[in-house]
């Protein structure tokens, strides 16, 4: 079931909430030229949008690390000056991170640590990566005006780097791509239900898995997805194919009440590319109520909103900088002739992937 109009009921007839809260999530935090000289402009257009949200989450497709000693490859770790542009906006700033991707190894063992150590000295939670072996089996947990949010989070790969030996529990990996029959999702099977263990009333799955560049998911992702919705998961939210692709609304087998939507792909919100298909993501909001239906206590996705944001590049005496806005309000600019058509290539990316009702201004104008 694809949602045709934002802020849609996604709850059955006769629910009755009680209390609840508010998420947003991003797709892939990474390296971009001007980033580090964009601290106060990246997000001053889409701030309230994703900070004003109970719980706030993005990947964070980079290690925050500062030597000069990395070995040879691709690496896409970012400087200090860059991740204060990234980590949020004027004193707020996002409440998880995943750190299971596949370049989270490309700063080696002293890459995870740094990037831990910073992430803890800044109070952002992170899920995905892990301190100890005996974290791997657990989840995150976020508790938010009475709601108890578990988050896991798993990545296709690292890119065939090497584990430190003896350390290959450091990052969650689930060979999502190996094209098996049956794929082993054990680890997140064991993860959701650590969750349910600890009373957690919601499960947020984050995927990093997909074809880069590809508009649209596998088939096996949609199989996969549905099987971890049907296995306890509440929300699905991927990121890493440096685009977007679309989202549905799955109703479960499990619980004729729940409806799980799924994400399968958020796009790049900082992009190191400047074309307009990899410069456009998407901020994604939704509720959660916690409630009672026929006497039985429940919690579900109320309802489900998409602001479709592009990355702009602008110029400063200080050097180039980069600021996200909202597509919607981009439209009604008007820019001259070579930005203006930049703009309505990633409308039509948008239109591609999301259909028309973006285009709505009542979809974005209370939310930008």
């Not at 709601?147 to 350390?167: C, L, M, Q, S, W």
């Amino acid at each position: 079931e694809r949602q045709g109009q934002a802020d849609q009921s996604l709850l059955p007839e006769g629910f009755r909430i009680e209390y609840g809260i508010g998420i947003s999530a991003v797709g892939d935090l990474m390296r971009a030229t001007g980033l580090g000289n964009s601290k106060e402009q990246f997000y001053a257009k889409v701030a309230d949008s994703i900070f004003g949200s109970d719980i706030s989450f993005a990947n964070l497709e980079s290690t925050v690390i500062n030597i000069d000693d990395c070995e040879k490859g691709l690496h896409v770790n970012i400087t200090a000056d860059e991740f204060n542009a990234l980590k949020g906006h004027q004193g707020r700033q996002y409440t998880v991170f995943s750190t299971a991707n596949n370049h989270i190894l490309d700063g080696g063992m002293k890459g995870i640590v740094d990037t831990h150590e910073r992430l803890i000295a800044e109070g952002i939670h992170f899920v995905g990566t892990n301190r100890s072996r005996e974290d791997q089996d657990k989840g995150l947990i976020i508790e938010s005006s009475g709601v108890r949010i578990g988050f896991v989070a798993a990545t296709y790969g690292v890119n065939d780097k090497p584990f430190p030996k003896g350390e290959d529990y450091l990052v969650n990996v689930v060979p999502f791509h190996d094209l098996k029959e049956n794929t082993d999702l054990s680890l997140l099977d064991d993860q959701i239900a650590w969750c349910r263990s600890q009373n957690c009333d919601c499960v947020i799955v984050s995927l990093h898995w997909g074809l880069e560049f590809e508009f649209f998911p596998r088939t096996y992702q949609v199989d996969i997805a549905h099987q971890l919705a049907e296995r306890g998961a509440d929300a699905l939210i991927s990121h890493h194919t440096h685009n977007l692709q679309p989202y549905e609304i799955y109703q479960t087998q499990r619980d004729p009440d729940r409806k799980v939507p799924i994400f399968y792909g958020l796009g790049n919100l900082s992009s190191w590319s400047s074309a307009a298909y990899r410069s456009l993501s998407l901020i994604t909001k939704f509720r959660i109520a916690k409630g009672r239906i026929d006497g039985v206590e429940k919690t579900l996705v109320k309802d489900v909103s998409m602001i479709p944001v592009l990355q702009m590049k602008y110029e400063s005496e200080t050097g180039p900088y980069l600021q996200l806005e909202v597509l919607g309000a981009l439209m009604e600019s008007g820019y001259d002739n070579g930005k203006q058509e930049y703009i309505n290539d990633a409308a039509r990316y948008a239109d591609l992937i999301l259909g028309k009702s973006w285009r709505d201004e009542r979809q974005w104008r209370h939310k930008s």
